[in-house]
Structure formats: C-alpha cells, structure tokens
Nanobody, 114 residues
C-alpha cells in the first residue's frame, strides 16, 4: 500500500509558477510509475504527467512544455514544476500511481487568477 501527501499549491497570477510536492510512503513507490492528476470543478480527474522509476516522463498535451515532473528516490517524493500557468490550470492536484491506483490523498489546490 502507498499513501500520498500533496503540498505546494496556492494562488498565483497567470504566467506565474508553482512547484508541487508529493511525499509517498511504501516501498513499492520506488519501483512504480507515479503520476500527477488534476480535477477542476465539474470536470473529471485527468492525468497531466507521469514518471517511471527510471525517470522516463510523459505529459498531457495541455501542459507539455510548461510542466516538468521529477522524482527523488531517496526522499520518496515526486515533484511537479509548473510554469506559465493559465487560468485553465486551476484544479485540485493529486499524485497517485499509473495505471495502478492506490488511495487518493487530499490533494493540493492550485488557483490561477488575476
């Protein structure tokens, strides 16, 4: 079993940046693909980026070139660096496995607004 704690969200103006952190517990974390997901009000949760244990990454088209996912195996933490944020990036951001899912954490709210 893996548990996730997301942090780093906040209110930012369009064009701004944020760095999200996902701290995970559980040995299987180190050998798993981990993804960042987001859920905007009234919309389904979507996968925005994922990273393999070896560091291979993949991004949704909507964030490609603006978001960067990385992981620290020693700290059991996955990061999401978000730049050039847009209002449509406003959502609650979560991390979890991909495609296998564990229990969702509480997420971290990102609001992009002027």
């Amino acid at each position: 079993q893996v548990q996730f704690v997301e942090s780093g969200g906040g209110l930012v103006q369009p064009g701004g940046s944020l760095r999200l952190s996902c701290a995970a517990s559980g040995r299987i974390f180190s050998i798993s693909i981990i993804g960042w997901y987001r859920q905007a009000p009234g919309k389904q949760r979507e996968l925005v980026a994922h990273i393999s244990s070896g560091g291979s990454t993949n991004y949704a088209d909507s964030v490609k070139g603006r978001f960067t996912i990385s992981r620290d195996g020693v700290k059991n933490t996955v990061y999401l660096q978000m730049t050039n944020l847009k209002p449509e990036d406003t959502a609650v951001y979560y991390c979890n496995g991909h495609p296998s899912l564990w229990t969702w954490g509480q997420g971290t709210q990102v609001t992009v607004s002027s």
